[in-house]
C-alpha cells in the first residue's frame, strides 16, 4: 500500500477526513459496486473482453499478460520494503478473473488492515500484477472496500493539493506530497466488469498513491528537494537495512534520484 495505505488511520489529517471520506466513497464515488460485485462475489471465472482491452490509454500493448503462476503465494502476504526491486518491476495486466485473483484480494485487504493501512498495491506485497485494494476507513467491516484492476487514469485536476503521506513500504516516513485534487479512472471490478469513476479529495490521494506503485514510482519522487531531503536519512537507513538483511547491494540509492514531475504515469500512453 500505500500509506494513506499508507495513511494510517491514526495519523491525524487522516481523523480530519474520515468523517466526510466514507460518505464520497459510498455514495457517489463507487455506487457503480453492487453486493454481488463486491471483493468476494461467488462469480464464476471471467476473462476481460477483447473490445475492452483493445482501447487506447486503457490497456497499453506493451502490457504483459499476468499468468496463473503470477498469482501464487504463500498466505500470509507481507508487505514488501523498500529498496525491494519487486517495488520497481514491470506489473502485469490481469486478463482472468477468477478464484486466485478474489483470494489474493481477500489476503491483501487482511494484510491491509493488520498494518493499519487504508489502501495496498499488489508489488507491496511481491506480486507484480495491476491491482490495488483501499478502504478509506481503515477498519473491517466499515467503510468500502475497493478493488481496482487495471486502472487507468483518463483525466486529472491541474489544481494541486497538498497531504502528509506516509507508506507502508517506507515504515515510519512521513512527508508532504503535492497531487492533483481529483482523477476520472478506469478500471475493472474482481469480476471483471469495467467501469469509469470520478474521484476526489481522500479516496484520489489514496487512489494515486497506489496507482503510482502500479507503475513502479515511489512517493519520495513526488515531493520537492526541500520535503526529500528531511527524510533523506532515513531513506539511506532503509537501503542500510535492505542490505544488512539481504546480503546483496542495494539496488537504488536515494542520492541518484531526482524528483518526478507530477503527472507522470498520468493520462492516456
Sequence with gaps: MALLTCLRPTHP????????????????????????????SANSPRTAPPSATAKPGFSPAQDQLASPGDFEFVPPLKIVEYPDPKLRARNKRIATFDDSLKKLVHEMFDVMYKTDGIGLSAPQVGINVQLMVFNAVGERGEGEEIVLVNPRV????????????????????????????SVKIDAYNVNGTRFSVNLSGLPARIFQHEFDHIQGILFFERMTEEVLESIREQLKALEAKYE???????????ENHKRRNVAVGFGKS
Excluded: Q, W
Design 13 to 40: 489529517l487522516l481523523l480530519l477526513h474520515r468523517a466526510s471520506a466514507l460518505p464520497d466513497i459510498s455514495s457517489c464515488c463507487f455506487n457503480h459496486f453492487s453486493s454481488t460485485d463486491r471483493v468476494l
Design 154 to 181: 483518463s483525466k486529472y485536476s491541474k489544481k494541486l493539493t497538498l497531504f502528509n503521506e506516509g507508506c507502508l513500504s517506507f515504515p515510519g516516513i512521513n512527508a508532504d506530497v503535492k497531487r492533483p485534487e
Design 244 to 254: 544488512g538483511m539481504t546480503g546483496l547491494l542495494s539496488p537504488e540509492k536515494i
